[in-house]
């Protein structure tokens, strides 16, 4: 790409930036668009006023400044610890990327200055922005040894970040774990694999079992049953019955009287078929019970401690919160499970290496004279400058932007046949998919399939990735800034302005006629939001370097999203699900295998720069790496995996004070993981 191609991608997406953000602006303030810029704040009873003023038609950033302003805390309290934690991310970003930055105004100018590459200055619009990469150094320059002590000092930089971060977010997780309320899910763990005992049931199973080996701490059980087609049924009923009490609540016309009747005979049918549903699955009981415990200490030891000598028996896991319980999979087997693992896996891979199609799509887009050689009939629109321009450098990104948006839910189909058995549990694996399907398909195939190297055998050997690596990596730095600017830049303001939800919103009140429907309010997907952000990160780190020309471009996308997604937390989104910061690791482990990577490109572009010193002393800095990795590993990730008995022990002597209070909390314990069947007469 050429650096005037390069300015007209910044200059259309600057634009759409620019008009998202003045829409967003004024659209907001209006009280028909709530539903769709404050849906969090509708649901609380804190809607937009209607009263008719100039300032409502005028732009204004006064929403910026209130993003600006909220503190942790408020945060916190407002999306839980998983909203911090996914702002951390963005602020862990910025401080890495405004170091990175400085260190890219060092080694910018060194790069642009050599002339390893043959360059006119006069024509500098059309020269390739390879010029401003490590490509142009000479060969054997001693310049490159500030490229050498940049990568360096950069780890050392981003390895104390992590460090912070690490003990930061471990900290707050424990703490509030200390000042949360009991919640029943810390007293349960799940059993799975219950034994068929002839002439018992296994509720009964269950109770002899755990009375027998926890006799002091075993409180009760409730028994796992088939329900997904009752489940389906509660579900549609319940969102009915809600719609038919928020209809009932405003103003009557006649044609909301026509949709009260049509809708109160359709719940009616809908409970028939529950309370039809329910007396076909009694006593259909599944080889799993969620088992109650008096206290958080007792039910840890069950959990981490092999019930069985059968290993795929009594197998327990610990409990999701009653709402994000996922019950599909309770009636399958062990070997079930573990088959449908394997399979997740594979089909996972096969996606992958299938998307591999689109990305050579949009790499022949960015190579003009492979597309004159496939289309010889579009050689005369090609030529145009404005057209080779966009095609080079904007559309590529655009496309594959859009091929990317059948990703998650795909990845959450196949998290969910793993047989997990909560919300959270499924999203933390779609977003480890999502993440490794990201990295594969944007960025190596992508860096491989743009390379003349792109062949199978140049990876049977090990010594020849480093040098791949160095030669592929380089050459598509230009793509990789277009991609920023039209993934990141882009897609964060089209967040903001939420063009889908305010068409629909319109097509919903003004064609439908349907003003009155129960309004939802979205909740934040970070499994899919978190692997766009780390694989920023995975350029960045790569490019520190090679390229520093894409820094700039980065921070701001890290600015943006800080603000933005700090907003959409706050009058958007409203958490449905916790995981109490666990979605942390995953960001500190890919920044390790950013960083190692970068080791790697290091050592095969130093030894092609004829600086075979500098490429054996790089070797340590991977090695070290790893090494502080490990320590962390052993440090704070057993923290986010559980809670220490430290905690645990101390929290119930907390409670023993109150035990008065708690004794209501033990006898809903039962109820809260009660089969859904129950819930069949409250439609009524």
Known sequence: MILSALLTTVGINFALCLLFFTLYSVLRKQSVNAHVYAPRLVAEGKSPRSDFNLERFLPSASWVRKAWETSEDELLALSGLDGVVFMRIFIFSIKVFSFAMIIGFILLPINFLGNQLTMDYSDLPNKSLE???????????????????????????????????????????ITCFHSSEPKIHQFTVLVRGIPVSSGISFSESVDNFFTLYYPSTYLSHVIVRRTSKLQKLISDADDLSKRLLHM??????????????????????????????????????????????????????????????????WNTEEAPEPQDVYWPFFSASFTKIWISKYVAIVA?????????????????????DQLETWFPFLKGILSMTFVSQVITGYLPSLILQLFQHYVPPTMILLSSIQGYIGHTHIEKSACYKI??????????????????????????????IPSVLAIAVPGQAEFFIAYVVTTGWTSTSS???????????????????????????????????????????????????LAPLILPFLLVYFCLGYIVFRNQLLTVYSPKHETNGKFWPIVHNSTICSLVLMHIIAIGIFGLKKIPLASGL?????????????????????????????????????????MGATLPFFRQLKFEFEDPCALGDDLL
């Open 131 to 173: 010029s401003f990469s490590i490509s142009n150094v000479n060969d054997g320059s001693n310049r490159l040894w500030i490229h050498f002590s940049a990568a360096y000092i950069f780890t050392g930089f981003v390895c104390y970040l992590l460090y912070s971060e690490l003990k930061y977010i471990s900290s707050k997780r």
């Open 248 to 313: 009932k609540s405003t103003k009557y016309t006649g044609r909301k009287v026509d949709h009260l009747d049509r809708y109160e005979k359709k719940l009616e049918t809908l409970v028939e078929n529950v309370r039809m549903e329910q007396s076909l699955i009694t006593g259909q009981e599944v080889p799993a019970a969620f088992v109650s415990f008096k206290s958080r200490f007792g039910a840890a030891i069950a959990l981490h401690i092999k019930q069985g000598i059968n290993p795929t028996e």
């Open 348 to 368: 996972c891979i096969v996606f992958t290496v299938l998307f591999f199609g689109p990305v050579l799509l949009v790499q022949s887009l960015t190579h003009l």
């Open 435 to 464: 993440l490794w399907f990201t990295i594969w398909t944007v960025f190596f195939a992508n860096v491989l399939s743009g390379s003349i190297l792109y062949q199978a055998n140049v990876f049977l050997e090990l010594k020849n």
């Open 495 to 545: 967040e903001l302005f939420q063009m889908i939800n305010l068409i629909w919103n319109f097509f919903r009140r003004k064609i439908l006629g349907r003003e009155d429907d129960q309004l939802a309010v979205p909740s934040a997907n970070y499994y899919s939001k978190i692997p766009k952000i780390l694989l920023f990160g995975l350029l960045g780190i790569t490019y520190l370097f």
């Open 618 to 658: 790089m070797i340590p800095l991977p090695v070290m790496t790893l090494l502080f990795n490990n320590y962390c590993q052993r440090r704070f990730i057993p923290l986010f995996k559980s809670y220490p008995a430290e905690c645990l022990i101390k929290k119930d002597r907390d409670d023993q004070s109150i």
